[in-house]
């Protein structure tokens, strides 16, 4: 109750500081480590400038280069057009409608180059909301800083001069941990709603508290979510689920209610997942599914979002799973009916990705077969594509003691032998009782009197 009381004060937290006045920091005071530089963005911007062209590095790479994480991408900014990037680049490529942006390819890498955004709102297109539907009006830095959604995401960084330039107080923000939408909150939402779920993410991801406005305008305006394409808003829940801080996200879904409206089949997992409407109570295993994909986050391993599905709405399917069991259906048939059902009431018309969908429907199949550890079937279960992301899940089961930890004791052994140990270890099981085994029912029969 103390933690959820320190949360909502912090939240509310109000900067006096004024948000006008541009700031310039040298790299060394802030800290960056100039190493984690991207050669590529730094080549971008070397060969704009050597065009008479600004550019600079911008968003999330300065950010994360403040907080001390090694960036993943590199953004470059420039007063080039869209067109005059593309001469200058032999390698590289325009997108985006709503806004104009050039993909430049340096070696392996992608760096994408944007124009400064202008404040005038002449080639500026907005529906009957005030959602930006295009947007390609060029201006200058300092306009294209009062365009960017949040305070930490408006700075940039010149790598030749060694600078930081701060418009909104970012620096001040990320030293202070908190998360600011750059203007008023209620018109940077409607201009783009997917803001809002940005704005959970980051917290989650830097678990930095969100300032007051900022948040409480998140469950005012959370319906415009709905003018959104369900692709674009699933994609952004999943880039929360996987921000190294799933259980934040989660419970910032929860506590803002977004999810009605951003994902609504999140009613289902939610209900059936946590214990009450008024705290944020999550069983044993979701908890420890979480923590699990944000271990591989954080050591840059690969996550199945059809593993993270299957964890979500594992809860919901034994229910109905155990239901159809006390029905008299059989094990299989009382799973794939379960199965059926979640599918249908939650992903009829959904905007997930057919192979996500099949993934976590392949990873539930599985359960049952890990029981059967004679003959050639164990065999079969290992060459299964899904084999280790099942496997995984079940490690998640025998923790909190939903089966038996020697269950999953021996398919790890079992998955890291050769033939020959394989057999050793089906061998090594004990024998079924043989009043259940067809030899004994076998032998019955033919001893049987005529």
Known sequence: ML????????????????????????????????????????????????????????????RDLLVGVKPKDFDVVTNAKPEQIKK????????????????????????????????????????????????????ER???????????NALYLDPFNDQVFDYHNGVNDIQSKIIRV?????????????????????????????EYETYINIKKYSNLINGIPKSRLFDEVVKLLLSGNAMKGMEELWST???????????????????????????????LALNLVDKRVKTSKTVSIGFILACLFWHRLLKDWNVNRSRGLREIPALLDAINKIMDENFTSSP?????????????????????RRGKAPFRLI????????LNFLKLQ???KMVRPELVTWWDDFSTQKDEGRLTLINSLSHPSPKNSKARRKKIEENRPI
Not at 10 to 37: A, E, M, P
Not at 46 to 62: I, M, P, S, T, Y
Not at 261 to 269: G, K, N, Q, R, S
């Open 3 to 62: 933690n959820s009381i320190l949360n909502f004060l912090t939240r509310r937290i109000k900067s006096t500081v004024s948000r006008n006045q541009i700031k310039v920091f040298s790299i060394k005071r802030l800290g960056i480590n100039k190493k984690h530089l991207s050669r590529g963005a730094i080549d971008t911007i070397k060969k704009l400038q050597q065009n008479n062209f600004n550019a600079l590095v911008v968003g999330g790479a300065v």
């Open 352 to 372: 997930i990705q057919k192979r996500y969908l099949t993934d976590m429907k392949e990873i539930w199949i599985l359960q049952p077969r890990f029981e059967k």
């Open 88 to 139: 200058i680049f032999r390698r590289s490529r325009i997108i985006g409608k709503r806004f104009k942006l050039v993909h430049v390819y340096v070696g392996d890498e992608t760096i994408e180059v944007s124009t400064f955004r202008s404040k005038n709102s002449s080639n500026v297109m907005f529906d009957d909301n005030g959602r930006i539907t295009r947007d390609n009006s060029f201006g």
């Open 383 to 390: 060459k299964n594509i899904k084999f280790r992301a099942a």
């Open 142 to 152: 300092d306009e294209d800083a009062n365009r960017r959604d949040l305070s930490i």
């Open 182 to 210: 750059i203007g008023s909150p209620a018109e940077r939402y409607r201009e783009d709603p997917v803001r809002m779920l940005r704005v959970l993410r980051f917290s989650a991801k830097l678990n930095f508290s969100i």
């Open 257 to 287: 209610k977004l999810y009605l409206t951003a994902m609504p089949f999140l009613h289902d997992v939610f209900t059936s997942q946590y214990l009450n409407n008024s705290d944020f109570t999550v069983n044993n295993f979701l908890t």
């Open 398 to 400: 025998a923790d909190i």
